[in-house]
């Protein structure tokens, strides 16, 4: 087996942690956006914009506290929970919003790209860190 550089595993580990965080930056402010369409609605229609703009910064923070507390080293346990929750999140996304078309799909497909970027660095990084370990 050739050699490989040590370093290889933790830059992507790190690049993908950014992505993560951008990820999470850029639903931050859909948050925002979410709750300013909430204030011209009422009574259920408006509670439910509110708890969806609730629910979105919760993810965000979560996902950007994660990526860069964990996936930052390089953790396993941050592996699998920056890639679960942002992947249900972006998944629910693509079926409810993008695919029915209420976006355009060049707009909708940003936010998936962002986090399959971080989903294949870190993935990169976790394979480096296995083939380190033999």
């Not at 993560?20 to 850029?26: H, K």
């Not at 994660?66 to 390089?74: E, F, G, Q, T």
């Not at 976006?103 to 940003?110: A, L, T």
Request: aromatic residues 12%; positive net charge; contains cysteine.
């Amino acid at each position: 087996m050739p050699p490989t550089d040590p370093h290889a595993g933790i830059l992507a580990a790190r690049l993908g942690a950014l992505c993560y965080a951008a990820w999470g930056l850029f639903h931050c402010k859909v948050a925002f956006d979410i709750w300013r369409l909430g204030t011209v609605q009422e009574g259920l229609t408006q509670g439910r914009m509110f708890q969806l703009a609730g629910y979105m910064p919760t993810i965000s923070l979560f996902v950007i506290g994660v990526a860069l507390w964990r996936n930052w080293r390089n953790d396993q346990a941050g592996y699998w929970l920056t890639l679960c929750v942002a992947g249900w999140a972006d998944t629910i996304w693509i079926v409810v919003v993008v695919l029915p078309g209420y976006v355009d799909p060049v707009r909708g497909f940003v936010p998936p790209t962002i986090f399959l970027a971080g989903a294949i660095l870190t993935t990169l990084a976790r394979r480096q860190a296995a083939r380190d370990r033999h």
